[in-house]
């Protein structure tokens, strides 16, 4: 049994995730008593601005941080050097049997390694997710992090097959998608965006998107042949790709500030169809039943493409153009790909050992 958790998080999904973890862990902790676990946040400060962090510790009540180490943005390296010196004294200060990582961002990785170099367990949700895509900083923060974990949650028997491809057997456990938990649970407090008629909802903020003006060029002029509006709520490294490479939002896309949790359940909820370069709204479209157009050359989440929610056209205009027709028609893939939305609970029986 792991009773101290440390848990590690920076960036803007990895709240959502484990806002699920801290809630079962209180669940839990109200019943048994005798077997209560001690949770303790840190707060990378990789995001930091109101909206892309406060609103959803906010939103989702999630316990507020033991410390924010305020990283903030800056070259990867840079980035991820000074979260580690930080979190190495925090751990040690704090003693944890265990920390918790999510994802795949520079604080995922930061996070395992301070543990690892200083031999506590890590335990990595979302474990086993490959691009393929070495390029990808996500790609080398998912491939690290599962290797020096000793509990890997995977979200599917696909993600425990590529550890054990990779040689990762021990401590693997299916336990489905704490995003799908998120869907479920705070669905019902979804924020109607009340925007008038059919749209599609999208969001760029890859960093193979944003730091290619041809990319970011042809997503954006497909979006101007969207047979709808668009609403396109924009992160501020998108924000300023734009603003660099003279790129102004076509008429038909109205650009907002970036939206809280809620606020994007509200969208997704009433949008009709999904554009986006992100892994966790390629998710979250197919648990609220829409189609989703991926503007990346690969996913990390090929079940969602296999059964035909998701196609994964790339950055050309006429590619991304051409899968819209595709996109606004119903989604029937109704078959629970990622867990039945109690991956929450299942992480805390693994870590009291149930
Ligand atoms: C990071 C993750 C990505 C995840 C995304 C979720 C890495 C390598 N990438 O990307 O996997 O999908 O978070 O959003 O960890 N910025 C602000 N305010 C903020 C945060 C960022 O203005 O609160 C701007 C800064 O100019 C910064 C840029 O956004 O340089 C990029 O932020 P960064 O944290 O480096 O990466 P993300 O693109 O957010």
Redesign the pocket.
């Known amino acids: 049994m792991f009773r101290r958790i440390l848990t590690v998080v920076?960036?803007?999904?990895q709240f959502v995730k484990a806002a699920v973890v801290s809630r079962a862990i209180n669940a839990h902790n109200a019943e048994s008593e005798c077997q209560a676990l001690h949770e303790e946040i840190i707060h990378t400060g990789?995001?930091?601005?109101y909206?892309?962090?406060g609103s959803f510790f906010e939103e989702m009540e999630i316990p507020p941080p033991a410390v924010n180490l305020g990283v903030g943005?800056?070259p990867?390296g840079e980035?991820t050097g000074a979260m580690l010196a930080a979190l190495e004294v925090e751990i040690c200060r704090r003693g944890p049997d265990l920390v918790l990582v999510y994802?795949?961002?520079?604080?995922?990785l930061a996070g395992a390694l301070a543990a690892a170099k200083l031999r506590v367990p890590v335990a990595h949700v979302e474990a086993g997710l490959r691009s393929f895509n070495r390029a990808m900083?996500?790609e080398i923060?998912r491939v690290l992090t599962d290797r020096i974990s000793a509990l890997l949650f995977c979200p599917s028997e696909g993600s425990k097959e590529q550890l054990a491809k990779e040689g990762i057997r021990e401590g693997v456990r299916v336990v489905g998608d704490v995003m799908h938990d998120a869907t479920l649970f705070y669905g019902r407090r979804a924020i109607p965006q009340n925007v008038s008629g059919p749209f599609a909802a999208a969001t760029i903020?890859?960093?193979e998107n944003?730091d290619s003006v041809p990319r970011l060029r042809g997503i954006m002029e497909a979006l101007g042949r969207a047979p709808l509006p668009v609403v396109l709520p924009l992160?501020?490294?998108t924000r300023?790709a734009m603003i660099r490479a003279g790129i102004s939002a076509p008429s038909n896309v109205r650009t907002t500030e970036p939206l809280s949790y809620f606020g994007m359940l509200g969208l997704l909820k009433e949008c009709t169809f999904v554009v986006t370069d992100?892994?966790?709204l390629q998710k979250e479209a197919y648990y609220l039943g829409k189609r989703c157009v991926t503007v990346r050359d690969e996913t990390e989440w090929t079940e969602l493409v296999e059964c035909g929610a998701n196609r994964v056209v790339g950055a050309e205009c006429e590619t991304i153009e051409a899968a819209f027709a595709w996109a606004a028609r119903p989604l029937t893939c109704a078959r629970p790909l990622y867990g039945l939305g109690d991956a929450g609970v299942r992480i805390v029986n693994e870590l009291i050992g149930r």
């Not at 990789?46 to 601005?49: A, F, L, N, S, V």
Request: no cysteine.
């Open positions: 920076g960036a803007r999904p990789q995001h930091y601005d909206l892309m962090s943005s800056g990867h980035m994802g795949d961002t520079n604080s995922t900083p996500e923060n903020h890859r960093a944003t992160h501020p490294r300023a992100s892994g966790g």
